[in-house]
């Protein structure tokens, strides 16, 4: 590969953009797989699923401001607080942070798009269609009701006979699917498509978050997806794996769902903890302190994540020694990211700090994930759990971690990034105000709850009795709840008005950060660098010697992307990635009818397996040696082809 | 304690493991503090330094190696923290989980969606007692409570004694706890089970042991034969309508097996599982329409005549 000085001419950059832009139109936007392109589409449909969620969760607090209001019957209030926390665990968190990842890691690790790019396109639509069938369940009253979790025997035919648990399992399946592929793609990108000079330790500390949750998702959404058909089978063939009656067993559920359930947590939070590491560092202009330590305690949260799953069955009553192991395995999780914290604050200590929006909010994260993180360390206590669990305090608690370490590093990646998404800043101003919306209504809405769990307040109850004496401090949550829909508000306000403020162009590096995706321009043009920056450094337009190489011998005209090393980055070889095609599209419609179908019948699996068949057929139907295919030169140990050589033709991904 | 007054939390522990639990969450509450405070504070300092070298420029404040050895110290504290927490977990666990077995009550359990069956356990078959939604405890001795599900998963937990349990049907498991002090304690269904969740609770009256063996024996009778002519007529209502397909009154031919055993009722503190305070308009009230009060519940509306509810509830009062 040659790597020499190089500016791209006018023209030449003309073709680059038509070369990877997505077709015009309306049939251009079905076949989109431009990563910008999906990556925004993510952000923008999980953000909305974001605001249904809460909606349900306000409409929660006003049933639960004063004892026995009438607003809610308990039937809709259970289809409500389930969608609510299937909404956000399925349809928000995972999928937003993903979102970030398909849109910032290509950008980041310097490459002119994702890898699979039809594949994330898929993962799009199948996550699109899951809500969609999610919410309209709802709105036809058949909305799930046995909780996020799914307990059976309660979530099995005999106690919940209509198709509401049908449909949180088969949500499942359509929202695991879509955050599979989108693991795998991101994995991919960051070990085959890092610009050369990206060696494994300049990898920036958001990538190795993505790609440390990608590995979470790729072994934690197997067990729920498992278990899910499992309880599929159970309601929908009469199978017994967990029909006590049948000789099933109602707590494997439980250790399947938690083996899944508790590194989702994780998958939720290191993302957010790798914007954090992020932002303190463009903020604080300096490298980030102990970017060994930070990358190596996300590595072993994710081992330790899957080691601690029982922590949410200490009531079932399993034996103490094993508890006690947990217990241990609970508590040690705090070590890792306590490493991240005190070097969070090294970094500010030793930097030259300057505190605009992004910065309020890791500086809001730091004091709400730390509260959070202490109940944690309570609730891993297994006597204190056992007065704690499924109580109003648990509540508290892991709203505090997945708000404050997940959904503050959120806002502040909004903040950092929404100029380079759009080309405009948002308002400094109002993002106080939103900050401080956000900030004070959270407190309020959620410190309450830890004292009404100590009082006796169990969670998902629809109402309670007036003497219990619960009443003013639930008036207190529902109040905060008020502060933080005009924080939201405002927030959504401040992002579409953005583009009409006076002075608000961004330019290409506003904060002055260091990473690759601010080495272009902002929106990033289609194929993301016309000249491929190569990394002189953890931060490369910090580190990079001025005549730092840029790489060159990618064809204008056609979408050629660099492949390079895992570990240290070398050229390796140039291939040719897939054009746009609706075949992603029509493939995830027809996945769609068969996971509906196979809610009413077992037949829906047979015959809807033909359509998705058939469109994967159009999805990967080989094109011709001459169209330059889309594997790799097949020789082994060569990379570049011999002349006149033509690649192996290949479907395209 | 006054009478109504209800008794649910963590914070005020009425035996000697909920007092081992409250123990624990003081030292994790204020541990927790300190740390909170000294984070929060070391965060507010890096900010301070922070935009101090970035308005006045000049040198970054501390050097790398400094700093790694403070990080490095702080990460050794958190270890040292930790590991004390665990200990203290782990030591109250064993005090909570141990109890000397000795003249121990022992009571069964079971779940139903959505009241609780308690049955009182004896050597000899014939002296064991059955009731609902109420469970009565001697002062000072041990009380072991056995307990399982017929349904759908439930929590028994009653935060003034002891910590949770789940009740999972196929599963029997046991908790042992001990009031040393006298009172009315509620207790409250931790384990979501469905459209009456909300509405599953129940008391325990913790009692001097007289008191406790004379209730045992009461509990154990059979109901007393309806005097009074109004009553008798109730007693025809209850067993030819639909009350004994599902009710038990012991010494009568109601001898349903689903729905709670009413042979003592009227001695009851609550109805539906903690839903209404069991007076006798209440009683009736329920029964006309049990769905008003805890819609979902599986007892159906029974709309009486008039002077049929009245005969039934002259009845039913006299199941003390």
Not at chain 1, 240 to 257: K, T
Request: neutral net charge; glycine residues 10%; proline residues 8%.
């Amino acid at each position: 590969m040659n790597l020499h000085v190089a500016s791209a001419p006018d023209p030449k950059r003309l073709a680059f953009e038509r070369t990877w832009a997505d077709p015009p139109g309306w049939r251009g936007r079905c076949a989109a797989i431009d990563h910008k392109t999906i990556g925004r589409r993510y952000l923008v449909t999980a953000f909305a699923f974001f605001l249904l969620g809460g909606a349900l969760a306000a409409v929660m607090r006003v049933q639960l401001a004063r004892p026995g209001h009438p607003l809610l019957g308990p039937d809709l209030y259970n289809q409500v607080f389930t969608t609510h926390g299937t909404t956000m665990m399925f349809l928000f968190a995972v999928p937003v942070m993903q979102g970030l990842g398909i849109y910032f890691v290509p950008l980041m690790v310097g490459a002119r798009s994702i890898a699979f790019p039809r594949l994330v396109a898929y993962s799009y639509w199948m996550f699109l269609f899951g809500g969609l069938f999610l919410y309209t369940s709802l709105l036809l009253n058949a909305g799930p009701d046995v909780g996020w979790f799914s307990y059976p025997p309660l979530a099995e035919s005999l106690y919940a006979p209509s198709k509401r648990a049908d449909v949180w399992a088969q949500l499942i399946t359509f929202t695991e699917v879509a955050s599979l592929a989108v693991a795998v793609a991101l994995v991919t990108t960051v070990f085959k498509l890092r610009t050369p000079g990206m060696t494994l330790n300049r990898i920036p500390a958001f990538v190795w978050a993505q790609v440390v949750t990608s590995f979470m998702v790729m072994f934690a959404m197997p067990a729920v997806m498992l278990a899910s058909t499992a309880l599929i089978l159970d309601r929908l063939v009469g199978t017994h794996f967990f029909d006590v009656e049948q000789a099933g067993d109602a707590l494997l559920w439980q250790h399947l769902f938690w083996f899944f359930g508790h590194p989702e947590v994780y998958i939720i939070f290191i993302p957010g903890s790798g914007l954090v590491s992020t932002i303190v560092t463009t903020f604080s202009r300096r490298h980030l302190f102990g970017y060994l330590a930070v990358v190596l305690s996300l590595v072993s949260t994710a081992f330790m994540g899957f080691g601690l799953w029982v922590h949410h069955m200490f009531a079932t009553g399993l034996p103490q020694l094993g508890e006690s192991f947990f217990t241990a395995a609970s508590i040690m999780i705090a070590i890792p990211t306590g490493i991240q914290i005190f070097c969070w604050i090294a970094t500010m200590w030793s930097g030259r700090v300057s505190v605009k929006a992004p910065m309020l909010w890791i500086l809001g994260f730091f004091a709400i994930f730390v509260a959070g993180g202490l109940t944690g360390v309570m609730l891993a206590a297994v006597p204190l759990n056992t007065q704690l669990h499924d109580t109003f305090f648990v509540v508290a608690h892991f709203h505090y971690v997945l708000i404050g370490g997940a959904v503050f590093p959120l806002f502040a990646g909004f903040y950092y990034w929404y100029p380079k998404i759009t080309g405009y800043l948002l308002s400094e101003r109002r993002g106080r105000w939103v900050f401080g919306l956000l900030f004070t209504g959270f407190n309020l809405t959620f410190f309450p709850m830890h004292v009404l769990g100590l009082h006796g307040m169990p969670r998902r109850i629809y109402t309670y009795l007036p003497e219990m004496g619960w009443g003013p401090l639930n008036v207190l949550a529902t109040g905060g709840v008020l502060l933080m829909a005009c924080g939201v508000l405002l927030f959504v306000f401040d992002a579409l008005a953005a583009r009409a403020s006076v002075g608000a162009e961004a330019g290409d590096d506003p904060w002055g950060a260091g990473t690759l995706e601010w080495a272009t321009s902002s929106p990033p043009p289609p194929g993301n660098f016309p000249s491929p920056l190569t990394a002189g450094g953890r931060e490369p337009l910090w580190d990079n010697p001025p005549d730092q190489p840029v790489v060159v011998g990618l064809r204008p005209g056609v979408r050629d992307v660099l492949v390079t090393h895992v570990l240290d980055a070398e050229p390796d070889h140039r291939q040719k990635f897939p054009d746009p095609s609706p075949w992603p599209l029509l493939t995830a419609i027809a996945t769609t009818g068969l996971f509906v179908g196979s809610i009413f019948t077992p037949w829906a699996v047979v015959w809807g397996s033909i359509p998705v068949f058939i469109t994967m057929v159009g999805w990967f139907w080989p094109r011709s040696a001459s169209d330059g295919g889309t594997r790799p030169w097949p020789v082994a140990g060569r990379t570049l082809p011999a002349p006149g050589e033509l690649p192996a033709a290949g479907g395209a991904i | 304690m006054a009478p109504g007054e209800v008794v649910q939390s963590v914070l005020e522990p009425a035996g000697p493991h909920a007092a081992a639990i409250r123990h624990l969450w003081l030292l994790m509450l204020w541990t927790s503090v300190a740390v909170f405070v000294a984070v929060l504070v070391l965060a507010g300092a890096a900010l301070v330094f922070g935009i101090r070298a970035r308005r006045h420029g000049g040198p970054p404040h501390g050097s790398e190696h400094l700093l790694g050895k403070a990080v490095g110290g702080a990460v050794v504290l958190t270890c040292i923290v930790l590991i004390g927490l665990l200990v203290a977990s782990v030591w109250t666990g064993r005090h909570v989980a141990s109890l000397r077995a000795d003249g121990a009550v022992t009571v069964s359990v079971t779940g139903h969606q959505w009241w609780w069956e308690v049955e009182y356990e004896d050597v000899r078959p014939s002296r064991r007692a059955l009731t609902a939604n109420e469970l009565h405890v001697p002062l000072h001795r041990s009380v072991v409570i056995k307990v399982t599900s017929r349904d759908v998963i439930h929590s028994l937990w009653i935060p003034n004694l002891q910590g949770k349990r789940d009740l999972i049907p196929g599963y029997t498991t046991a908790i042992w706890l001990q009031a040393d002090q006298p009172g009315r304690f509620r207790g409250q269904c931790a384990e979501f089970c469905g459209l009456q969740h909300a509405h599953m609770a129940f008391d325990v009256v913790a009692e001097p042991d007289a008191e406790f063996e004379g209730w045992l024996e009461r509990l154990r009778q059979p109901a007393q034969p309806p005097a009074g002519e109004v009553a008798q007529h109730g007693l025809e209502l209850f067993s030819t309508r639909r009350c004994a397909s599902c009710h038990t009154i012991r010494g009568t031919e109601a001898a349903g097996q689903v729905a709670p055993d009413l042979t003592h009722v009227a001695s009851r503190l609550t109805l539906g599982s903690g839903t209404l305070p069991n007076t006798p308009s209440h009683r009736r009230a329920w029964i006309a329409d049990p769905q008003k009060p805890k819609p979902g519940n599986q007892m159906p509306p029974n709309p009486l005549p008039e002077e049929e509810m009245s005969a039934l509830g002259a009845y039913l009062d006299t199941l003390r």
